[in-house]
């Protein structure tokens, strides 16, 4: 339950801000084990619409779910030079099992590239067997040393998707098509409006040829990386031994990719949305779209009240997810409290006056200037129910992408960049020399999110650290 | 893709039967550390349909998810007697965590009674708290020296529920309401006539004062245990802490249950309905319910079967799981082979001269007796398909299950139970000496199943082996 106590506010503290927020929502809780979560039961029900939207997503575009091992051979991950060398110091090693010391050591995985090219060598024969386009949801462990609940654990979860094909385009077209995948969901059902890139060479994934990622801003104006998407060329099936015989009957190796989104999109959520009062959850997303109030001062009015509370719940419940919250022993007003703090987009309210006049109070958890109270009838509920939810999630986005583009801008010389990034996201050209990328981190703390697809030309074509051409321009930002 | 010879039959080697099953119908493989499973996309997919059918009747019951941690801290096992002795031969323990040796070594689940234990101890305060209901989707580990896919591996994936409660009765109560989910998932789903019934003292769960399971009969008249319930009294309240304060304000322990279904269950549907030519799966859980091959041999052809195919695939989409198998490069009896071995319940094929006459050929994968080929009119497909699905999903339920009954046998002495579990079950009242329930084990195989629910008399009430008065009599069987 939430307490009394005031949550601290995003402007006073954003970091407490956040903790408390996860936590008397009770999204999740801290796991005895150093680094780990628990996700609590309103945590999950958030993360299991994430999963639904992806889930869909991934489906009508051919994938399908498997389930690999947990624990691999530590053997495994030195096949691929980069990246072994990227997740050794995060893993997490089993050497005992059934009482004794195993022969080799397992690790529990950080990630599943290695495991699934195994299995990919042995199931992959011929060109017919070709795309193979696989998911896995599951949990893996990276040995973190600063956590944060959702933001960074040592164990998370998420889904991979690892997929082979017979050339490098189609490998190429399966990494971009799973980026908008990502990008689709975090706009449409996230109401988070991402912008689609490309990671610097210093900042892709250990492995890959290349990596993309999807950029969020959050309340802060840091940023936050919530999808990757991954094009490893032929790395991983030369490494793995992942070959088929094509039409003229050649061994060929296979082009691979991988993608993945975690429980760092629900730590996007609830820093893209949430106010000093608490979560907002967009409800597309959200695990109650509507909290039901029943309010009564007098015995003789409850049968009347909770009998109406029940008749419009039972017509909304097919169409919305709804809670009904009758509780006796708290008040009205710790109610309201609570469900705001756990960001409920509607919130109806019944009372004896209420049930006469045959309609009901509403509140929105709405955007900025858009909240408060009003009547509407009880007739027709389904309906402006439903047009209420599709307009707060619309006003969510525009609101997140009007905080977005009034927080980005452009910086023509290291000073300027390093003045916008203490409060928002620096767009700068950049030459492509690691050290000049080395050097804006250092001096400004800011990374290169990304190099964004859409590269809308704001020239002069020069590098913002070292002053020689640049082709691109890329998002710079403090990150999590 | 299954290969072209035939299957060994069930009677020739069962245990042969069932590996080549779960192989070449493409469900699992053996994964590349000893004892771990890989889940394909056929056989993952069965299994969240399975999910489906559970999370369902979960969430109509009352109870909601969460994510508990995968490591646990080893002292956490030792903190319950029985539960710590039953798990430590089995465990799977993580030494090293980011490159050095860890303080206190951590296990990877087995089970999550320990630190949920824990998580319910900070989380409960007062009986407004109580019922806590909640489930866990997940992956555990026991570390396993004869394993068999689905059946006996060393990672598996369940779901396990651990509610908590303000009384004995409430906790009594919540633990026979989720074996009756069970009951009902496995007779309404999965077509599996399962007995309910109580576990022996020696085959309780470790840690339990009672536990309740699900028992099936396998193809070859072996039990196998579908799903577990467990009342666990007070003990791992009393352990790990778990106190409320009551309507008077004073602090009690909380009563608990836990309750499980794993991965178990593919193998139990596996093994309940396969036969000599592959699976057979239940139209309710299959992950496709109909397969459409589309037949034709002059190019002219094509077109117009193809079309067709199209159209019926759309029509039946929206209410089924539909593939259409289009494959040039293998020929129709290829594929009618591969999707009897997969189990898919419909196949309709159709050729240029049904398109004309605007029908289709049906093959029923049925209970014997049943199957062969007819011919059905294109219009109505819908509902004619649902209505063949639902029957067939009946007939499947009551073929398990006059099998069941024609191989369960009352055994009055302990020759007769010897004789009957060599190829069946048993029935045999029992004394509920431990003594006498290992002598049956050593001298037949078999062990005690449950003693069932049900406890229709059929006396003499004396034990099967030692003749003393009998109250109740169990399900003795060779098991998985």
Chains 1, 2 share one sequence.
């Not at 193979?132 to 991979?160: D, H, K, P, S």
């Not at 049968?303 to 008040?331: G, Q, S, W």
């Not at 250092?442 to 590098?463: F, S």
Request: net charge negative; charged share 25%.
């Amino acid at each position: 339950m939430s307490d009394e106590k005031k949550l601290t506010s995003r402007s006073q503290d954003y970091s407490a801000w956040y903790n408390e927020v996860v936590q008397r929502a009770e999204l999740a809780d801290y796991a005895p084990v150093r680094g780990c979560m628990v996700v609590r039961p309103y945590g999950t029900a958030l993360w299991e619409n994430v999963q639904g939207g992806l889930d869909r997503r991934f489906k009508e575009t051919g994938h399908q779910n498997a389930l690999f091992p947990l624990l691999i051979p530590m053997s495994f991950l030195s096949k691929e030079a980069e990246h072994v060398e990227g997740f050794s110091p995060e893993l997490a090693v089993v050497t005992h099992g059934g009482g004794k010391e195993l022969e080799e050591p397992l690790v529990v995985r950080p990630t599943s590239e290695t495991v699934i090219g195994h299995m990919y060598s042995k199931w992959i024969r011929s060109y017919r067997d070709l795309p193979v386009l696989i998911n896995q949801w599951g949990n893996v462990v990276r040995w973190e040393m600063r956590t944060r609940l959702f933001l960074r654990t040592a164990e998370f979860y998420w889904q991979e998707g690892h997929t082979a094909h017979a050339t490098s385009e189609d490998a190429q077209e399966e990494t971009m098509r799973m980026l908008d995948v990502y990008a689709d969901f975090a706009i449409a059902d996230a109401a988070i409006p991402v912008v689609k890139g490309r990671k610097s060479e210093s900042e892709k994934f250990a492995g890959a040829e290349a990596s993309y990622s999807i950029e969020a801003m959050m309340g802060n104006k840091w940023a936050l990386q919530a999808g990757t998407s991954h094009f490893f060329g032929q790395r991983f099936a030369r490494a793995f031994d992942i070959q088929y015989l094509d039409h003229n009957n050649e061994l060929q190796y296979c082009w691979t990719t991988s993608w993945g989104v975690s429980t760092r999109m629900v730590g996007a959520i609830i820093m893209a949305h949430g106010d000093d009062q608490g979560l907002r959850l967009p409800p597309v997303l959200a695990p109650y779209q509507v909290v039901i109030v029943p309010i009564w001062r007098k015995e003789e009015e409850q049968a009347a009240v909770l009998e109406a509370t029940e008749r419009i719940a039972a017509e909304l419940r097919p169409h919305y997810r709804v809670k009904v919250d009758a509780r006796e022993e708290v008040t009205p007003g710790f109610k309201f409290n609570e469900w705001e703090m756990r960001g409920v987009p509607l919130r109806v309210e019944i009372g004896p006056r209420d049930v006469k006049k045959e309609s009901v109070v509403l509140a929105r958890r709405d955007v900025p200037g858009r909240e408060g109270k009003s009547f509407h009838p009880m007739g027709g509920v389904v309906s402006w129910v439903g047009d209420m939810l599709d307009d707060i999630q619309a006003a969510m986005l525009a609101d997140a992408t009007a905080f977005r583009d009034a927080n980005m801008h452009e910086a023509r010389t290291l000073d300027e960049l390093r003045a916008i990034v203490a409060d928002g996201w620096a767009k700068a050209y950049w030459c492509g020399d690691p050290a000049c990328e080395a050097r804006i981190k250092e001096e400004t703390k800011a990374t290169n999110r990304c190099i964004p697809l859409d590269q809308e030309d704001w020239g002069p074509h020069t590098c913002v650290v070292c002053g020689q051409p640049a082709e691109e321009w890329s998002h710079w930002a403090r990150a999590y």
